[in-house]
């Protein structure tokens, strides 16, 4: 494989992240496995977007096995396997691409973050906030709402009781790891393309804001075409160290 590719396409940060200033401050860049936009050029132009950042360290994390809960019509087991094996394949596919990374580093999965020790602590009290906090219970109804109705103009014959049940489910299982773990873990900023969903911005008012607002803070991304395209040099040379001991069934 050539050491310099190109990149025909420029990230850059949306509703206002041009105006942070990022040095010496660590961020998570969020890997929906399965979407677009964490593939090929718009992978690279956003490590692109970090190197130029300024960033002081980069946590990749790998949100493969949250995808179980979008794998309709598996049995659990049979949707966490295909889980972890789109997530050994998107590293497989990507590693080189990361390579790109002139940050410090390291990529975990998304089964390392759920064996956090605080994990269980975290979720309960997500939990108990849900019981409590009406304003959190209708955001998440909304977010689901959105899902299900997009689920709904594509299969007419979906299990849309059972669908929006998994939804619930996929947000109360990320929002403990994203909000609460990522602050403690001193994690300024999470880079995702897409904008917080309500039921994540609701959550993050809720949780993050009255003790630790610059923590966790959402920047996401938009991508528009370059005239000319720039290169993208490859390292090689130097790989990370991360775990794929994810759990398999």
């Known amino acids: ?10 990230a850059y940060f949306n509703k206002g992240g041009e105006e942070h200033e990022f040095d010496g401050k660590r961020v998570v860049l969020a890997v929906s496995v399965g979407q677009e936009y964490h593939e090929d050029q718009k992978l690279r132009s956003t490590i692109h977007l970090i190197n130029q950042s300024g960033f002081s360290h980069v946590k990749v994390v790998v949100a493969d096995t949250l ?5 309709h019509g598996k049995s659990p087991g049979e949707a966490l ?3 972890i094996r789109d997530g050994d394949a998107w590293l497989a596919r990507n590693q080189s691409i990361l390579d790109g990374l002139r940050v ?26 849900y019981q409590q906090r009406e304003e959190l219970r209708d955001a998440i109804d909304s977010t689901i709402g959105v899902f299900t ?8 014959h979906a299990d849309i009781e059972r669908a929006a049940a998994q939804c619930r489910e996929y947000i109360l299982e990320e929002i403990p790891i994203i909000l609460p773990l990522w602050a403690d873990e001193g994690y300024h900023y999470v880079l995702y393309p897409q904008q917080m969903t309500t039921a994540m911005a ?7 804001e009255p003790h630790s607002p610059d923590r966790v803070r959402w920047l996401p991304l938009k991508f528009k ?22 759990i398999a069934i």
């Not at 609701?202 to 993050?208: F, G, H, K, V």
Request: aromatic letters at 6%; proline letters at 6%; glycine letters at 4%.
């Open 1 to 10: 494989m050539s050491k310099v590719q190109e990149i025909n396409l420029k």
């Open 67 to 71: 995808q179980r809960h979008n794998k």
């Open 81 to 83: 396997s295909a889980a």
């Open 104 to 129: 410090p580093y390291h990529i975990t999965r998304w089964n390392q973050e759920l064996a956090s020790d605080r994990y269980a602590e975290l979720r309960q009290q997500l939990d108990e906030v």
């Open 149 to 156: 109705e997009r689920l709904r103009l594509r299969d007419e």
């Open 202 to 208: 609701t959550s993050r008012e809720l949780l993050i």
């Open 225 to 246: 075409k370059r005239g000319i395209p720039i290169p993208f040099t490859l390292p090689g040379a130097i790989h990370p160290n991360w775990t794929s001991g994810a």
